[in-house]
């Protein structure tokens, strides 16, 4: 069965920055494409960053340039380093296989507020 821990949201300031972890089990996690998606309030799930096999990373535009999306394989984990925070990142931030994507996690919830 596969289990999703999304960790490290909270609440930062305008120009902030956060560390997001996912630690990920019952999947072969260096064989799989992983990504972090988000979800603010009122609006549907989006694509914020993707990394494959090979560490080959994409973003959406909105995050380009400030996030950061990078993998562990031996810890089975996918981090993504958030700066230059603004409100509008605030959201529940979630990872998930890109390719045949699992149940989701409980997510991580990211406030940007001053």
């Known amino acids: 069965q596969v289990q999703l821990v999304e960790s490290g949201g909270g609440l930062v300031h305008p120009g902030g920055s956060l560390r997001l972890s996912c630690a990920a089990s019952?999947?072969?996690?260096?064989?799989?494409?992983m990504a972090w998606y988000r979800q603010a309030p009122g609006k549907s799930r989006e694509f914020v960053a993707f990394i494959n096999i090979a560490s080959s990373t994409t973003y959406a535009d909105s995050v380009k340039g400030r996030f950061t999306i990078s993998r562990d394989n031996a810890k089975n984990t996918v981090y993504l380093q958030m700066n230059s925070l603004k409100p509008e990142d605030t959201a529940v931030y979630y990872c998930n296989k890109f390719y045949n994507p699992a149940g989701w996690g409980k997510g991580t919830l990211v406030t940007v507020s001053s």
């Open positions: 019952g999947i072969i996690f260096s064989l799989n494409t």
